[in-house]
């Protein structure tokens, strides 16, 4: 199982930028494809972006797409996600995960706490 802390949300207004990292623990970080999720109350959490174990791939929602950038340090252990020309509607709690294509990994272990992304108009 691997153990996954989310930091770097915060309060930006549309068309600004944010940086989210997912530090991992455990030496298996680097045998997982990884992705990143957000979820609003009332709502399914819902996919957003994902890399291959390489990091030589990588996959966006439409949503996101042209805006949004992942990437991964292996010496760090981390994941990241780049999120420029920020808008209202990316406002959610965003949290990582091992992943299956666009899926989390089913036992991967818990979720973490997330990390809170706030846009305002």
């Known amino acids: 199982q691997v153990q996954l802390v989310e930091s770097g949300g915060g309060l930006v207004q549309a068309g600004g930028s944010l940086r989210l990292s997912c530090a991992a623990s455990?030496?298996?970080?680097?045998?997982?494809?990884m992705g990143w999720f957000r979820q609003v109350p009332g709502k399914e959490r819902e996919f957003v972006a994902a890399?291959?174990?390489?990091?030589?791939?990588?996959y966006y929602a439409e949503s996101v797409k042209g805006r949004f950038a992942i990437s991964r340090d292996y010496t760090k252990n981390t994941v990241y996600l780049q999120m420029d020309a920020l808008k209202p509607e990316d406002t959610a709690v965003y949290y990582c995960?091992?992943?299956?294509?666009?899926?989390?990994?089913?036992?991967?272990?818990?979720w973490g706490l997330g990390t809170q992304v706030t846009v305002s108009a």
């Open positions: 995960a091992p992943v299956t294509g666009t899926r989390s990994l089913p036992g991967f272990g818990s």
């Open positions: 455990g030496r298996t970080f680097s045998l997982y494809s």
């Open positions: 890399i291959s174990r390489s990091g030589a791939n990588t």
